[in-house]
Antibody
Framework: EVQLVQSGAEVKKSGESLKISCRGF????????IHWVRQTPGKGLEWMGI????????KYNPSFQGQVSISVDRSTDSAYLQLNSLKASDTAIYYC??????????????WGQGTRVTVSS | DIQMTQSPSSVSASVGDRVTITCRAS??????LAWYQQKPGKAPKLLIY???TLQSGVPSRFSGSGSGTDFTLTISSLQPEDFATYYC??????????FGQGTRLEIK
């Protein structure tokens, strides 16, 4: 069974950094892109970036460039989202999702359970 | 950037009703559109991709249509478990994807 399992909820202070993990199970992790998506009540679902675990090719939403870093550890089938210089506005739920891209199908078919991040001043 | 606009933002309906949600893209995205359902405290769940292809395991009361800039998600006969928020998402500008703002489906 395909699963993406994310690390647990975090509470941080403004200015701190944070690294969220997303571990894949039940499929060849290196063969599928992983997206990172942020969800806030005010802005809904926002695409942050994507990584291909096979070769670590990474692309960022310009809106988040410089504020986040996405990486992968192939030895543990894990992707990571690092958030730097946290602000209260980074309070959100962060999701990883597998991207299936084949022929007419481009879809986020499996999602992690989400990691709730709370940033206080 | 491609903007996705859903309407309505919220809708009230009863069990057994037929409901249609619309999604409009700011430019032609061919059929690179997916629909997701999200329930409180849960991750989004894929319902439909390529505008009209039902994801495996999704009930047939869900259907999608459209191409270019205008798309619809239809639920033919609402069930109690369908009350949730629905999002459209474009995948034309891979790797960048964008979501609609969501449509909340509430019980009347």
């Amino acid at each position: 069974e395909v699963q993406l399992v994310q690390s647990g909820a975090e509470v941080k202070k403004s200015g701190e950094s944070l690294k969220i993990s997303c571990r894949g199970f039940g499929y060849r992790f290196t063969n599928y892109w992983i997206h990172w998506v942020r969800q806030t009540p005010g802005k809904g679902l926002e695409w942050m970036g994507i990584i291909y675990p096979g070769d670590s090719d990474t692309k960022y939403n310009p809106s988040f460039q410089g504020q986040v870093s996405i990486s992968v550890d192939r030895s543990t089938d894990s992707a990571y989202l690092q958030l730097n210089s946290l602000k209260a506005s980074d309070t959100a739920i962060y999701y990883c999702a597998r991207f299936y891209n084949n022929g007419p199908a481009r879809k986020l078919d499996y999602w992690g359970q989400g990691t709730r991040v709370t940033v206080s001043s | 950037d491609i903007q996705m606009t859903q309407s309505p933002s919220s809708v009230s309906a009863s069990v057994g009703d037929r409901v249609t949600i619309t999604c409009r893209a700011s430019q032609d995205i061919s059929s690179w559109l997916a629909w997701y359902q999200q329930k409180p405290g849960k991750a989004p769940k894929l319902l439909i991709y390529a505008a009209s292809t039902l994801q495996s395991g999704v009930p047939s009361r869900f259907s999608g249509s459209g191409s270019g800039t205008d798309f619809t998600l239809t639920i033919s006969s609402l069930q109690p478990e369908d009350f949730a928020t629905y999002y459209c998402q474009q995948a034309n500008s891979f790797p960048l994807i964008t979501f609609g703002q969501g449509t909340r489906l509430e019980i009347k």
